[in-house]
């Protein structure tokens, strides 16, 4: 590597690396991860997941069946959480704007960010077209609630620095991989799920391309990295807290085991910083040191929470059942 970092004036940035330069150091990384990813990934068609026996007119413009909720055969937990899903994913022009915007659509990066933005354009119509098909959810909320969630667009937390970018997108793929996969699981619907494993695999392989990212930016500037991921890690939400109604969701998700402290502590957090080895890096100086005892302290108050949301979800579960066999 040829490309040196310049002395920082900052006090808090004792390797200096400034965004422009750790995105020419980076280039290269991005280039094979491309070519690998390109490797890789199989071409599949959203279309040939979707029922399209199953569908029929609506009311309105061709004066079908208006939608009712004794027409969806999925589950409570899946409805909620598939148009969680479908939300976020629909914002991706706001997605494509800022990853853009922080790496270029120049050279290696830009190949990537076209091809990732394809890819994720796929997840949003093979959703939308099963749902509509199978009549899973309300379409007239489900509209109106995509015009407020996109109008309000989605601005990155990390747009202030790439290797916080890059931490973030490592997370929140693996983030998004896993609330599709158990979103699958729990929706009631063989064909659902195969859809939802289709896309969950997508996601992986975003996950793994910038997981690369950042193991080659730990090695190359290792104490603003960990700085990054200690910040990303501590800070984590997910892209679609802007969706109306999010909290609400976010607690059905959580208790019907979708996604919550627990997955996100065991299934995201951990695997990332296991496969980096991220709390073992050693040859940090004081910053870096600073970041990494930093995270392990949260890692494990979060492992605390997750185990108080887990006594919190099996006392609600257990009511729940009572409730039932009562009635
Ligand atoms: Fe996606
Ligand atoms: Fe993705």
Known sequence: MTIAPVQSSSPLVASGWTDARLILALE???????????????????????????????????????WSLEHSKVTPVGRVSLVVNLLTEDNLPSYHHEIATMFGREGAWGTWVHRWT????????????????????????????????????????????????VAYVAFQELATRIAHRNTGRYAGDPLCEQLLAKIANDENLHMVFYRNLLKAALEIAPDQAMRAVADVVTDFRMPGHGIPGFERAAAQIALGGVYNLRIHHDDVLQPVLRHLKVMEIGGLGPE???????????????????RKFEERQAALLARREARRNAG
Do not use: C
């Open 118 to 165: 394809a890819e994720e354009g796929r997840h949003g119509i093979a959703i939308r077209d099963y749902l509509l098909a199978t009549r899973a959810v309300d379409p007239v909320e489900l509209e109106r609630a995509r015009m407020s969630h996109m109008s309000e667009g989605f601005e990155s937390d990390n747009a202030h620095s790439m290797l916080h970018s």
């Open 28 to 66: 290269e990384v991005v280039e094979k991860e491309l070519n690998r990813h390109l490797g890789v990934a199989k071409e599949w068609m959203p279309h040939e997941f979707v029922p399209w026996s199953q569908g029929r007119d609506f009311d309105g413009v061709l004066g079908g069946e208006a």
């Open 288 to 306: 870096g040191l600073l970041a990494q005892n930093e995270l392990g302290v949260f890692l494990d108050g979060l492992d605390g929470q997750a």
